[in-house]
């Protein structure tokens, strides 16, 4: 947890240095916890938004609560995975690899699990030493 408050309270639109992969994973991982919760907040409230009218009404599955929360942590999500680029050298613009279809994503994600450079790099110190 203290983690994910390091992304959200202490860096939360920093796009500067680097981010560890505990750093990384540790947010994604409470992120998802959090999105989940919010969704089944906003199922037992009746929040969730609806599409369709009268008999061919459909949940969407999520709701007010859910978007508020995505809205507040879009930005420090999107900070840490810059962060967390700059650990394996990258800049942060790679991040747009992902609309490479499927490919794109593969690569991200092989970056995000790769260990970070030991040494100082172009984007600061190693957030290990």
Same mark, same amino acid.
């Given at each position: ?28 991982? /409470? ?42 942590? =879009? ?18 613009? =790679?991040?747009?690899?992902? /609309? ?30």
């Amino acid at each position: 947890m203290e983690w994910y408050l390091k992304v959200v309270r202490d860096n939360y639109i920093n796009f500067n240095g680097r981010a560890r992969r505990t750093e990384y994973w540790m947010f994604v991982l /409470f992120n998802v916890i959090a999105m989940i919760l919010s969704m089944v907040v906003d199922n037992v409230l009746g929040l969730d938004f609806k599409v369709g009218s009268g008999y061919y009404e459909v949940s969407v599955g999520y709701g007010w609560v859910y978007l508020i929360y995505t809205l507040a942590v =879009f930005l420090p999500s999107l900070a840490v995975v810059v962060r967390r680029l700059h650990d394996v050298g990258k800049s942060g613009w =790679f991040m747009l690899v992902t /609309f490479i279809p499927i490919v794109g994503a593969i690569w991200l994600l092989v970056l995000m699990c790769t260990d970070g450079d030991k040494e100082d790099n172009a984007y600061g110190p190693s957030p290990k030493a």
